[in-house]
């Protein structure tokens, strides 16, 4: 008997397009297609084909050619590789404005995402009644995360005690982190961490907003002095995201 081959290490760039994909199919799971070649599927998630082709490889999922790819098999393969077979409940620790909305957020249920816990510092919190859930003290963190088991924690504290949030996290065991302060922290290497700071996204929508804006201005001047349409020949004069900026 010979040894199956190790499987092939995925590369950051694919996993984050899997759930871009997971949703495209599950858009497409109700109604007659059967199966969707790379060519539609690059062209629901925003991306081309060869790189759809590219991060499917990854799964073991090939296609067949003048066919496509199963859409019933794909959503298996997605659902396992992004380990969605099962729940992973989420407790949420600082329960602020942003903590109650996402809190009341429906989706993360839906998704195998289930709000177990919340969790607050402040003792007037403690004990009060957000939906479901009564806010915890962070006191008992450690207790929480024992009795919901695997889990994820989200960060919704203000910037200044994030860090010390994210320690007091690993030190209950969570392996799993999303934090949603405004603030940069660090994790021990075994411990996944990501990001959403929606003062930068909107930052960067600024920069380009910008660009957008300027060259507008730039066009309707050039053409006030009789230049054309003041752009490059091909050009629209108005600035796009360049591919790499989704990368």
Same mark, same amino acid.
């Given at each position: 008997?010979?040894?199956?081959?190790?499987?092939? +290490?995925?590369?950051?760039?694919?996993?984050?397009?899997? /759930? =871009?994909?997971? +949703?495209?199919?599950?858009?497409?799971?109700?109604?007659?297609?059967?199966?969707?070649?790379?060519? *539609?599927?690059?062209?629901?998630?925003?991306?081309?084909?060869?790189?759809? +082709?590219?991060?499917?490889?990854?799964?073991?999922?090939?296609?067949? *050619?003048? &066919?496509?790819?199963? =859409?019933?098999?794909?959503?298996? @393969?997605?659902? *396992?590789?992004?380990?969605?077979? @099962?729940?992973? /409940?989420? =407790?949420? &620790?600082?329960?602020?404005?942003?903590? @109650?909305?996402?809190?009341?957020?429906?989706?993360?249920?839906?998704?195998?995402?289930?709000? %177990?816990?919340?969790?607050?510092?402040?003792?007037?919190?403690?004990?009060?009644?957000?939906?479901?859930? $009564?806010?915890?003290?962070?006191?008992?963190? /450690?207790?929480? #995360?024992?009795?919901?088991?695997?889990?994820?924690?989200?960060?919704?504290?203000?910037?200044? $005690?994030?860090? !010390?949030?994210?320690?007091?996290? #690993?030190?209950?065991? $969570?392996?799993?982190?999303?934090?949603?302060? /405004?603030?940069?922290?660090?994790?021990?290497?075994?411990?996944?961490? +990501?990001?959403?700071?929606?003062?930068? !996204?909107?930052?960067?929508?600024?920069?380009?907003?910008?660009? *957008?804006?300027?060259?507008?201005?730039?066009?309707?001047?050039?053409?006030?002095?009789?230049? %054309?349409?003041?752009?490059?020949?091909?050009?629209?004069?108005?600035?796009?995201?360049?591919?790499?900026?989704? !990368?």
């Amino acid at each position: 008997m010979t040894d199956r081959p190790p499987r092939r +290490r995925i590369p950051e760039a694919t996993v984050a397009r899997l /759930p =871009v994909y997971l +949703r495209s199919l599950l858009e497409l799971a109700d109604g007659p297609a059967a199966t969707i070649s790379s060519e *539609r599927l690059a062209e629901l998630a925003g991306v081309n084909a060869a790189k759809v +082709r590219k991060d499917l490889s990854y799964l073991g999922s090939y296609g067949t *050619r003048g &066919v496509g790819y199963d =859409v019933e098999y794909l959503l298996f @393969q997605m659902s *396992r590789e992004l380990g969605l077979t @099962q729940d992973w /409940p989420v =407790v949420i &620790v600082g329960v602020g404005n942003l903590g @109650q909305a996402l809190a009341n957020y429906r989706g993360f249920a839906d998704r195998g995402f289930p709000v %177990g816990a919340l969790v607050d510092a402040d003792p007037a919190k403690v004990g009060e009644r957000v939906g479901d859930l $009564v806010i915890e003290s962070i006191d008992d963190l /450690p207790a929480v #995360v024992a009795r919901l088991g695997t889990t994820i924690g989200l960060i919704a504290t203000p910037a200044a $005690v994030a860090q !010390e949030v994210a320690d007091e996290l #690993v030190a209950a065991g $969570v392996r799993s982190i999303l934090n949603f302060a /405004p603030a940069v922290v660090t994790v021990p290497p075994d411990v996944s961490l +990501r990001k959403v700071d929606l003062a930068v !996204e909107l930052q960067i929508l600024s920069f380009y907003q910008r660009r *957008r804006t300027a060259g507008l201005a730039a066009a309707v001047e050039a053409s006030a002095r009789g230049d %054309g349409n003041g752009a490059a020949p091909g050009s629209s004069g108005v600035p796009t995201i360049p591919a790499e900026a989704s !990368e």
